[in-house]
């Protein structure tokens, strides 16, 4: 399971989405409810509304608390993460979400993309492996591979018009050999159709 999860990496870019709005979240909540905080309270001093800024004191607690939870939410999935998966795959998975791995993911996908197409000469593979090709991004990586994958198709090519040139080579010789069955039958019959009209003149001469 690790191996299929792990080394998948389209899986492993919504992995990488997901930790990296975790870790604005971290940042930017807490700031956010700061400056919530300071400017409620600074509204009531300006108001001069005790009862407004004893409020608003009373929710500073709530606040800070929030601020607290939103700061360990990444550790709070992580247990889940731990509960939900007791082997601990899923949760390697997305603590290794990164884009070096990422990178590494997809250079892996395209190149068994390709040993796939060169090993099988099928075009639906060739197909296949020029997607997975373009989705890399190291453009060194996807000219290599893509002149490996020019050197498949024309492989492919050459084995189509030879396969063709076999299929025309195999039909004139059925041809051939109908056309000498058909000789042999007919002088078979005329040899035949001979040596009956020999017995006739034999026959002839005798009586």
């Given at each position: 399971?690790?191996?299929?999860?792990?080394?998948?990496?389209?899986?492993?870019?919504?992995?990488?989405?997901?930790?990296?709005?975790?870790?604005?979240?971290?940042?930017?909540?807490p700031i956010a409810l700061i400056i919530a905080?300071?400017?409620?309270?600074?509204?009531a001093v300006i108001a001069n509304d005790e009862n407004m800024v004893a409020k608003e004191k009373a929710k500073i607690p709530k606040k800070m608390?929030?601020?607290?939870?939103?700061?360990?939410?990444?550790?709070?999935?992580?247990?889940?993460?731990?509960?939900?998966?007791?082997?601990?795959?899923?949760?390697?998975?997305?603590?290794?979400?990164?884009?070096?791995?990422?990178?590494?993911?997809?250079?892996?996908?395209?190149?068994?993309?390709?040993?796939?197409a060169e090993e099988s000469l099928n075009y639906l593979d060739v197909e296949e492996a020029k997607l997975e090709i373009n989705k890399l991004k190291n453009k060194e990586k996807q000219a290599n591979y893509n002149e490996r994958i020019d050197v498949v198709k024309e492989t492919i090519k050459k084995k189509k018009e030879e396969e063709m040139k076999s299929k025309d080579l195999d039909e004139r010789l059925k041809l051939i050999r109908k056309k000498y069955e058909e000789?042999?039958?007919?002088?078979?019959?005329?040899?035949?159709?001979?040596?009956?009209?020999?017995?006739?003149?034999?026959?002839?001469?005798?009586?």
């Open positions: 399971m690790l191996l299929t999860v792990c080394s998948n990496p389209d899986l492993l870019s919504v992995m990488y989405l997901v930790n990296q709005i975790i870790n604005v979240l971290k940042i930017v909540a905080m300071m400017i409620s309270l600074v509204k608390i929030a601020m607290v939870l939103i700061f360990f939410v990444p550790t709070f999935i992580q247990v889940v993460m731990n509960i939900v998966d007791s082997s601990y795959e899923y949760n390697s998975c997305f603590v290794g979400a990164t884009k070096e791995n990422i990178a590494q993911a997809y250079l892996t996908k395209a190149d068994n993309a390709v040993l796939k000789l042999s039958a007919t002088i078979k019959e005329k040899g035949e159709s001979h040596q009956i009209e020999l017995k006739q003149k034999a026959e002839e001469i005798k009586g």
